[in-house]
């Protein structure tokens, strides 16, 4: 359980970040979105206990953890956006280097690593890190994040640059691990898995939250969610009065801002002797909402 209060940094004379709010329950994952330059990555470090915040609260299940970092780091995973140490190590050594840090013996970092590698279909070939492909070295990353067993994962672009079968796998292991009751904070590029994944976004943009929700309540606050109702009708000139309306294959289409509109323009087709075929619906992506906010 994470709760986060009025969270800000300030480097120099330049505010990163100012107030951030958020609350998120056990067992549940937050994604945070925004352009680059937002605030995701300083936002996740102070999550993580790696860098200290200039002002606001912060408990983990329950704590404060601006007063007790090395407590919290113990209950923490954090996967950094992009790591290039280690590259010399096996992926054994690597997990064994990770386990000692947080005072793990030796014969349960053993137990600890077969167990991950395993779940993360991670074969331990005898290759040094640096070797290994991208897909590999998030692996290896994502199983470093988990050797002590941690209650909090925070992770910083766990999909981005892989191939769409490991994205797809390392997806999957996200919602294995909130099954497990961990709770999660990603930030991602990927902005389809976000809303694939994510029990609450969070929208940074240039260090302030712009919204916080689950994906329909979002959808709800940036509107624009219309509907394409499709109809066959013998004479087209009997229908003038529901708008614009155009040929799309064997069927006519027109656009209807809301469900009253909708309803009114069935009706007229209906009555002129046309038939609706379907209606869809259309909602805004998250991807539309960035693009909405600018930059
Ligand atoms: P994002 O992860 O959303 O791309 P970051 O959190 O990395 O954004 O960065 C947010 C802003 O903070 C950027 O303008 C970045 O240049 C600035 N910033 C990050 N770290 C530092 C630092 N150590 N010193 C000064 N400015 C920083």
């Known amino acids: 359980m994470i709760t986060a209060r009025d969270l800000s940094k300030v480097y120099g004379k330049t505010t990163v970040l100012r107030n951030i709010s958020f609350d998120l329950d056990e067992g549940r994952i937050l994604g945070i979105i925004g352009h680059n330059g937002a605030g995701k990555t300083t936002l996740l470090k102070i999550l993580a206990g790696l860098i200290e915040p200039s002002g606001g609260q912060l408990a983990i299940n329950g704590k404060n953890a601006l007063n007790n970092p090395d407590g919290i780091r113990q209950v923490i995973g954090y996967l950094p956006e992009e790591s290039r140490l280690y590259e010399t190590m096996r992926v054994n ?20 690593s077969r167990e991950l590698l395993d779940w993360l279909a991670l074969e331990d070939n005898g290759k040094k890190i640096g070797e290994f492909s991208k897909g590999m070295k998030r692996k290896a990353a994502i199983a470093r994040s988990l050797i002590h067993d941690p209650s909090i994962l925070i992770y910083d672009e766990a999909t981005s640059g892989l191939d769409p079968m490991t994205s797809r796998h390392i997806i999957d292991l996200l919602r294995d691990l ?42 709800e606050m940036f509107g624009s969610v219309y509907y394409t109702v499709f109809f066959t009708i013998g004479d087209p000139e009997r229908i003038r009065g529901i708008g614009d309306f155009s040929r799309d ?4 289409r027109v656009n209807a801002p809301s469900v009253g509109e909708m309803n009114r323009i069935t009706q007229e087709i209906a009555s002129a002797g046309g038939a609706v075929e379907r209606v869809e619906s259309h909602y805004p992506s998250l991807e539309e909402m960035l693009v909405k906010i600018g930059a």
């Open 249 to 252: 294959g064997g069927y006519f």
């Open 178 to 219: 909130r099954s497990r009751k961990k709770t999660i904070v990603l930030s991602a590029h990927n902005l389809y898995q976000v809303e694939a994944i994510c029990d609450q976004i969070l929208i940074l943009r240039r260090g302030e939250r712009v919204a916080l929700g689950t994906i329909s309540e979002l959808r």
């Open 93 to 112: 050594e690597y997990l064994t280097f990770f386990g000692e840090i947080y005072g793990m013996d030796r014969s349960s970092i053993r137990a600890r």
